[in-house]
């Protein structure tokens, strides 16, 4: 089994903490090769974290050239992956890219075509965490019956000295929402993969502190394909950390403790399951690997990524337009002109 | 101290089960004279129920005009309270009415009017329970900070043999929502008791069974008029039992479990207070009693329940029209016409 070379981009939080720790326990399939990013010192800093001696790239287009890389890893600040994701695929350099895909749908409209031309694999590590997929599971085994209601209290504590808050590119967000969209993607990502396709959204949202970048909370009223409708409620800076999925059917409840990793039945029927507290990255990392062999792209796929972002913005959309919004029509971009 | 004298209108589950009860432990203050129901037999079992032997009327209009009583008690369909209201105001006759005041805004444009001509007391039990009185006053301390976002998850246990759903007029319901408003006017007077005004609200509802009458499900995102945003998640038909206000701030959240009496402080400052069980009934009787006596109506007054009524039904207009709903603006009616 060949070695998949990569290029790291960006060597911030991302590249460092969440994806190198997934790759060095995927050695069998993975070396790094090449890294590149803005600052040279935090370039060759994470050079020697990786430790086998990579090629730094003072530029982003000479690495992509360098016939020295099979795919190219983007951990960028959000409003840059348009841009690099298509100067990768010019150079027909697989890449896998952090979520979300663009800082908004319309600055989205070129990846779906891209992705045509070379591959592109969206890194929503959400898709991949084992509570998620085994809420996804148990769900579609009927286990609560028909799901009728739920209810998601994302209450993130995060302060001033948070190592995510600090990030500038955080500080001053090009993309819709800051965290609520940064955060959000993920989110929708796991509430799909549990309940389905989105329908329609409204949401009021509002800033509640200065530090946070943006909107710093948002409740958002969903209704799903199926007819199940839920409310998703995320406040930033909360002072009691939460993040409880709670998905109410006509015989039963499942709540969904991510930071838990547990999964908890009750009403007509009781079960108490605890999974795999995987964040997702080695699995993430797996299934690209697979991908690159061939297999079709389906959990990375654009447009999956495309439709966590178009809740989002439908919910954004909605709390500044007084109305509700079709995710849908946002994603054709009707809702934006 | 003279006692009231009481003509009560209405034998079924709130005469018998609610206010009864309440009356016998006020006996110092009430007696019940008389006794009106569209079924004489309801009303002679009811009347034996008291024991006092109260007098049988026939006929609402005679017991109005009898001069044996001192004020009227309506527990009756919901339809039927404006016309009732109207009547006995008419007759001069103070009246204490269970809530909702009318089955809809534009059916009750004029009690407001004739709560200036007599006394119109509505009767909504939750701006007497103590735990919704002592979280007011937890959160007005201070004790959360700066309220940012609630969310209330009220999920109702009611199977077809559930003695509310067996009610005719409730399964056949002509008020809007069925048990959406029937209940939901409550837990309205009750978050305005503890946060203030609601500004508007956007919903989506839905019926999900054939046995609840009306919708059984609704999502309502509320903006209150202090910039406090949250969500009433309220499900009829649930297999479980929920009925938990989590209100977070920006130094702690409050948890609201009306059924355990319970409020939890946790956060920044910890606290748990049990407070007493009391579904509201004496202390409304009592307060009643007081406005009869020339007390301000306040928690009994015609516009506090129509604001509750407002914001349920504007949860309900904003899922049909597809647009966020302002309460204010509903009940001048203008958004029904």
Same mark, same amino acid.
């Given at each position: 089994m060949?070695?998949?070379?990569?290029?790291?981009v960006?060597?911030?939080?991302?590249?460092?903490?969440?994806?190198l720790?997934a790759?060095?326990?995927?050695?069998?399939?993975?070396e790094?090769t090449?890294?590149?990013?803005r600052?040279?010192?935090?370039?060759e800093?994470?050079?020697?974290?990786?430790?086998?001696?990579?090629?730094?790239?003072?530029?982003? /287009?000479?690495?992509?050239?360098?016939?020295?890389?099979?795919?190219?890893?983007?951990?960028?600040p959000i409003?840059?992956?348009p841009g690099?994701?298509?100067r990768?695929?010019?150079?027909?350099?697989?890449?896998?890219?952090?979520?979300?895909?663009?800082?908004?749908?319309?600055?989205?409209?070129?990846m779906?075509a891209?992705?045509?031309?070379?591959?592109?694999?969206?890194?929503e590590?959400?898709r991949?965490?084992?509570?998620?997929?085994?809420?996804?599971?148990?769900v579609?085994?009927?286990?609560?019956?028909?799901?009728?209601v739920?209810?998601?209290?994302?209450?993130?504590?995060?302060?001033?000295?948070?190592?995510y808050v600090?990030t500038?590119w955080?500080?001053?967000?090009?993309?819709?929402?800051?965290?609520?969209s940064?955060?959000?993607?993920?989110d929708m990502?796991?509430l799909?993969?549990?309940?389905?396709?989105?329908?329609?959204?409204s949401?009021?949202?509002?800033?509640?502190f200065?530090?946070?970048?943006?909107?710093?909370?948002?409740?958002?009223?969903?209704?799903?394909?199926?007819?199940?409708?839920?409310?998703y409620?995320v406040?930033?800076?909360?002072?009691?950390?939460?993040?409880r999925?709670?998905?109410?059917? /006509?015989?039963?409840m499942?709540?969904?403790?991510? /930071?838990?990793?547990?999964l908890?039945?009750?009403?007509?029927?009781?079960?108490?399951?605890?999974?795999?507290?995987s964040?997702?990255f080695?699995?993430?990392?797996?299934?690209?690997?697979?991908?690159?062999?061939?297999?079709?792209?389906?959990?990375?796929?654009v447009?999956?990524?495309?439709?966590?972002?178009?809740?989002?913005?439908?919910?954004?959309?909605?709390?500044?337009?007084?109305?509700?919004?079709?995710?849908?029509?946002?994603?054709?971009?009707?809702?934006?002109r």
């Amino acid at each position: 089994m060949t070695k998949v070379r990569l290029g790291i981009v960006g060597a911030g939080i991302a590249s460092r903490e969440l994806h190198l720790p997934a790759l060095r326990k995927l050695d069998e399939l993975y070396e790094i090769t090449a890294v590149n990013s803005r600052t040279v010192e935090k370039a060759e800093d994470f050079a020697r974290l990786v430790g086998t001696n990579p090629r730094i790239f003072r530029s982003y /287009d000479d690495m992509l050239g360098s016939g020295e890389i099979d795919a190219v890893v983007l951990a960028v600040p959000i409003s840059l992956n348009p841009g690099m994701i298509k100067r990768a695929v010019e150079a027909k350099v697989p890449v896998i890219c952090e979520k979300p895909v663009a800082p908004n749908i319309s600055a989205a409209t070129e990846m779906l075509a891209l992705s045509r031309e070379a591959m592109v694999y969206i890194a929503e590590n959400y898709r991949h965490i084992p509570v998620y997929r085994e809420a996804a599971k148990m769900v579609s085994q009927g286990k609560i019956g028909r799901p009728v209601v739920f209810s998601w209290q994302k209450w993130v504590a995060f302060g001033r000295d948070n190592k995510y808050v600090q990030t500038g590119w955080r500080q001053s967000p090009k993309h819709i929402g800051g965290f609520i969209s940064d955060g959000g993607v993920h989110d929708m990502a796991a509430l799909r993969a549990v309940l389905g396709e989105v329908l329609e959204v409204s949401g009021f949202s509002a800033r509640n502190f200065d530090f946070l970048g943006a909107e710093d909370t948002a409740i958002f009223n969903i209704r799903l394909e199926s007819g199940v409708t839920g409310d998703y409620s995320v406040f930033y800076g909360s002072p009691v950390a939460r993040n409880r999925l709670d998905i109410v059917g /006509d015989e039963a409840m499942i709540s969904i403790d991510k /930071d838990m990793a547990e999964l908890t039945i009750s009403g007509n029927r009781k079960e108490r399951i605890l999974v795999n507290k995987s964040d997702g990255f080695v699995e993430e990392f797996r299934d690209f690997y697979r991908v690159l062999n061939g297999q079709k792209n389906v959990l990375g796929s654009v447009l999956e990524a495309l439709k966590d972002l178009a809740i989002v913005e439908a919910g954004l959309l909605s709390s500044k337009e007084r109305k509700i919004v079709g995710v849908g029509g946002l994603l054709m971009g009707s809702d934006l002109r």
